[in-house]
């Protein structure tokens, strides 16, 4: 957790770390700062707290985050445009050498963080490493020190998540009241007047419910019926209507607009009732589910999870990315994710790789299903849990697990 | 535009270009595979189209795109898992050793472009530089590829722009009517009951508004009152109620659900009635903004603007940044900036550099303003400007620049 920073750096020999990027959204930065970035470059040295700096327009919001906070006036920058107006290279030089002397950094091991264009990084990166060749630049590819800070959770991220949550609930009942509030024609679900819903009034009323709520939908939600349904990513087609008996698969990822923590759910809807094929496969990917609620255990390799739905679902014949690596249909992903400031967060649920455990703090999804777009359907369901400091795991998502949805209008 | 991509690789001798990055936003994607990113990999030889390398989940998302698209599996990765799989680095090498084999990329200069992990790109590019000695890969930090390409905009993208225009003027309007609906009391605007109508408020009915024309405010509005409008950047106090007679900042930058283009306005407004020291300050804004807008011609060095507004408004008084380099107070930024798939593109409109020129084809905003944090105020209007094939120049912002909004309520 973010306590932990310290400790994650000298695990990795660093002695400071810079995080670089501009405007764009910066999980790294958000996370640093506390949701406060400010378009900020944030230097810090192990045993320090980071510091900021950013220019005139954004230094109010950089000081929200309880971080020291320059402003690049304070560098005099403006003096290097003067200096070397055609020459980028020499005003970063020049500007690194003013961060570096301000700030104590006078050599080491530097570790690199952030988002942003990777391009125009990867030649500043080279021309740092060659103007400053006491420091060695190093970045992470794979179980980086934020992956790891982020995989446990303190006490005041779980208040936020478990706040994006419920009102993620809340919006997620409000779309099934909705549409239970409507009546069927001609096996489609039709407004007051005749007209069919469509999954675009759907994603409007959500999203409307999500504002209500002070959430944002960045990544778009997925509300995929029938074959659409059976691509797992497929956002599903605004102007279909929407008919009774077909699986629809509603997968809700929003961000707190002010905290910018995730939720993620899913449930698999099928309107008026459901077909026999529908409705056993539901019940073996919610067999897979429960296999797995019931057994996750502080200390237990998360590999494990995917495995026991991996057995469940080939068990019920489903082919699977163990039994048929490739296939894609069964069971074509992996179970889960951890997410926080990010959607896809550590730990990781893949029986490919054997990396993570479970740990008290842990925030991470459960979500088994099975693809099948030429039968006409997909399924899947999906909780949000948190492992509290007993170890003991809650699941953030309350919303009932009902496939049928009966129309009451 | 788009159509130059093969003459601007020939320019900066590049025989290939790769686009790397993850599941983020990445507007050199969006770009090139025309909004549907699909968190796909690309690949572009010169004189051949982009292709798209995605796995199964985004597969019928990328071939929206128009492009040729590949599956990961089509490349056999689930293989490298099994041969390495506690080695990155070689399941990255021979991962494209195969895309470049399939692609036909064997050596020369390959442009790298793209937003994602710095760190970990970093790490990849030393990688893959070490273990491609025919291939050098060369970022940009600056004029890059892209800046250059979206600095004009092709017909279809105009038309797009013109779009996301339309539906920010009606919510602008609408924000405008909504308040003017208001009465007022004791000095605040009030509802019906009599409580404070507050920024909060304001803000929640323009999200609404946002939703309904089918847009998004990733980047969150700013409307901003008295002493927060001094601060360029400051996003307003959310609890505040709406004063009478304090300037208040309303600068709204939405992007198109669907397309992704951005429309980016400004306006000033006083509730009731405005101050003289207000009332003049927005005479001298204006004055400086017509002054820009009446002189712009196709082929004028963009720099030539940011003087115009920099002459005007020194000759009333105002600092800036040229006359007191630093300043927090008068008018602190540049003039405007290009707009498409992200806020700020080129051209852009500083006096620090001279680099662009006005083209056929541009798209900028038109934005003076000046700041006094101190005296209570700041004061900013900008239109989105392009310029037609005729070299005409057009405001793409149709809505009237009253300053005083008067309560009809």
Redesign the interface.
């Known amino acids: 957790m973010k306590s932990d920073l310290d400790q994650l750096m000298a695990k990795r020999g660093l002695d400071a770390l810079i995080i ?2 501009g ?3 910066n999980p790294h930065r958000a996370y640093i700062t506390n949701g406060h970035e400010a378009g900020a470059l944030v230097f810090k040295k192990r045993g320090e707290p980071a510091v900021m700096i950013t220019n ?6 950089a000081r929200q985050s309880g971080l020291p906070v320059y402003n690049y ?1 304070d560098f ?1 920058i ?1 003096e290097l ?2 200096q070397y ?1 055609d020459d ?2 020499m005003r ?1 030089v020049r500007s690194f050498e003013r961060y570096f002397e301000r700030l104590g950094i006078t050599g080491g091991r530097i ?15 080279k021309l740092l490493s060659k103007h400053f060749p006491a420091m060695t ?6 179980d ?1 020190l934020f992956d790891e800070a982020v995989t446990t959770k303190d006490a005041a991220e779980i208040e936020l998540l478990k706040d994006v949550a419920r009102r993620t609930n809340l919006v997620m009942q409000a779309a099934w009241d909705f549409i239970a509030g409507h009546r069927a024609q001609d096996g489609v679900v039709v407004r007051a007047d005749g007209t069919p819903l469509t999954i675009g009034d759907v994603k ?1 009323f959500v ?2 419910k999500l ?1 209500e709520h002070g959430l ?3 990544e778009g939600m997925i509300f995929a019926q029938g074959r659409d349904g059976g ?5 599903g087609n605004d102007e279909e209507p929407l008919y009774l008996g077909r699986a629809i698969v509603f997968d809700l990822f929003p961000r707190d ?1 002010q905290s910018g923590y995730y939720h993620d759910m899913t449930r698999t809807w099928s309107i008026g009732f459901a077909t026999p094929e529908v409705q056993k496969a539901y019940d073996e990917v919610m067999t897979a589910f429960n296999a797995v609620m019931s057994q996750i255990r502080v200390g237990e390799r998360t590999k494990r999870y995917q495995e026991i739905v991996l057995d469940v679902l080939e068990e019920f014949g489903h082919p699977t990315g163990r039994s048929d ?2 296939s ?1 249909v069964g069971y ?2 992996s179970l889960g994710h951890g997410l926080g400031l990010q ?2 967060e550590r730990p990781g649920f893949t029986h ?2 054997d990396r993570d455990v479970v740990q008290v703090g842990n925030v991470f999804t459960v979500e088994p299903g099975v693809y099948y777009p030429d039968r006409g359907f997909g399924i899947r369901v999906e909780d949000t849990v948190y492992i509290d400091e007993q170890g003991v795991v809650h699941s953030l998502t309350s919303m009932h697990k009902e496939l049928v949805l009966p129309l009451k209008g």
Not at 56 to 61: K, P
Not at 118 to 124: D, N, Q, R
């Open positions: 670089l990027g405007e764009m959204p005139t327009l954004e230094i109010e919001n006036n005099n403006h445009w003067a107006p980028a290279d970063t570790g690199v963080y952030g988002f942003g264009d990777i391009g125009a990084s990867w030649e500043m990166l630049f190093v970045g992470e590819r794979e980086t409007r999203r409307l504002l944002e939908d960045p691509f797992p990513h497929s956002q607009m690596p490739g894609t074509v992903h959607i896809h490919l790789r």
